[in-house]
């Protein structure tokens, strides 16, 4: 099952990709690491999917990575008399803490952490920004605005504050539930919604203790205050354009998206491209030329993988978008202007000694054309090191640690390999030759360009290279 592209293809499991028959269609397609959203489904719909993800590792012999995607705490106002008000432009309307069901002049915001942080002049956005909300005065406990961009409101449509950093903790009580149980099921990220700041990431890091991999959703607009700081908090970072295209205006979201993964690939962490990638696949078998675009730039960019969210998780045609995506990708790679992007968007090395390896190997396997670059880890570092350099050539990842090769799945250009422990470097070199040769990356004669951490197990040790043939 060897996939001939570097970018990885994130697959959303949901209603329509439940069974066996279905996921095994999205794997075999092209899904390199499959998302459940906990913000749908029941705890036994989840484990029902995770337990044919993990048959699907059994029969294919490949690491499958898994992302759980936390929900997040969710603003929404309360009930409306008949169920929804018409809100004209213009119009005074009042937010507040009173339950009784609201009118088109005011309405419950059950939410006193957002009265806490407004201020005269900021946005309120409802109904994923239909409707805009100017703040004129504001309190302990209500807020009057005036309302900008008009429409109807009604029960429970969810509230955005972009102009505002909340004192509101990204794991609500349905979160660290659900945290819990994905955590003893095994999975192999944790998918944080809502960060606003560096210790977001920080809280979440305390109660997952290095059991899952830590991955950042970047949704909110302030995140960009502190965007290095929480990249380098977190193992990975997931760009979710939906939320973010909500709370800022669409032309910036382009840009921010490019500076998200510039930043990203700087740090060496995998950054997927999220949110209506192929989204008029949900009910069409082909996409729109504007969606094909909007994949192969985040390909062009250099991310780590393109994700896929309803159009697998609900949509009529799940397989043919993994598949869609999957040539899209393969396309673009073949690209000379992609080769030349990505080398005129390679960052220097930092001045370490495993950098200083890490960037000796990419060249050294360009000079000698070597079948593929092997990294040999234990935690994982030095393989993403090796991909931060986005070499032209497939690297293996061996680990002897499965979760550890799981996460490694979601990485740029990473073939990822359960397999055994080795003790000295001729160990090492021997196994990776019999992987390379099962994996079918390089036969007799081959060159590779092998790095590894010596005294093995050593987390961020990488300070070997070696050049080895296949016999």
Not at 102 to 125: C, K, Q, S, V, Y
């Amino acid at each position: 099952m060897r996939r001939f592209r570097k970018a990885k293809i994130v697959a959303t499991l949901g209603p329509a990709t439940s069974d066996e028959t279905a996921i095994t269609r999205l794997f075999e397609a092209g899904a390199d690491v499959f998302r459940m959203n906990f913000s749908h489904g029941t705890h036994e719909d989840h484990k029902k999917r995770l337990d044919i993800v993990r048959a699907l590792e059994t029969k294919y012999g490949r690491p499958i990575g898994v992302i759980v995607d936390l929900q997040g705490p969710k603003l929404r106002v309360g009930r409306f008399h008949d169920g929804q008000a018409e809100l004209a432009s213009g119009s005074p309307f009042r937010l507040d803490l009173d339950s009784q069901p609201g009118d088109a002049t005011r309405a419950e915001l059950p939410h006193p952490e957002i009265f806490a942080a407004l201020e005269p002049g900021m946005n309120l956005l409802v109904n994923d920004g239909r409707i805009r909300l100017k703040v004129i005065e504001c309190g302990a406990d209500f807020a009057e605005t005036e309302v900008v961009n008009g429409g109807t409101i009604s029960d429970h449509k969810g509230v955005n504050v972009p102009d505002a950093v909340l004192e509101l903790s990204p794991l609500t009580e349905k979160d660290l539930a659900d945290l819990r149980f994905g955590l003893q099921l095994g999975v192999d990220w944790v998918a944080l919604s809502f960060v606003q700041r560096p210790q977001d990431v920080a809280e979440a890091r305390k109660l997952i203790a290095g059991r899952a991999g830590i991955m950042s959703k970047l949704e909110k607009p302030m995140v960009l205050d502190s965007l290095e700081e929480i990249v380098n908090l977190s193992d990975a970072v997931m760009v979710a354009r939906g939320d973010l295209g909500v709370e800022i205006p669409p032309e910036d979201v382009p840009s921010l998206q490019k500076r998200m993964v510039k930043v990203c690939r700087e740090a060496g962490k995998p950054v997927i491209i999220a949110t209506q990638m192929l989204e008029s696949m949900i009910s069409s078998p082909s996409p729109t030329r504007a969606e094909a675009s909007d994949v192969a730039t985040a390909v062009y960019d250099g991310a780590d993988a393109v994700m896929l969210s309803a159009e697998t998780a609900a949509g009529a045609y799940p397989t043919e978008a993994v598949q869609i995506m999957d040539r899209i990708i393969r396309r673009v790679e073949k690209d000379p202007f992609y080769i030349q992007q990505i080398e005129a968007s390679r960052h220097a090395p930092e001045a370490t000694a495993a950098d200083a390896i890490t960037a000796a190997v990419r060249m050294v396997a360009d000079t000698i054309s070597a079948a593929a670059i092997v990294t040999f880890t234990s935690t994982g570092s030095t393989t993403l090191r090796a991909s931060r350099e986005r070499p032209m050539v497939p690297i293996m990842g061996l680990t002897p640690r499965l979760d550890t090769a799981r996460r490694l799945v979601l990485a740029w250009g990473v073939h990822s390999v359960h397999t055994d422990d080795v003790q000295t470097f001729a160990d090492m070199v021997s196994l990776s030759i019999e992987a390379a040769r099962r994996e079918e990356f390089a036969s007799a004669g081959d060159a590779m360009a092998i790095t590894a951490g010596v005294p093995f197990g050593t987390p961020g040790a990488t300070n070997i290279l070696r050049i080895a043939w296949v016999e």
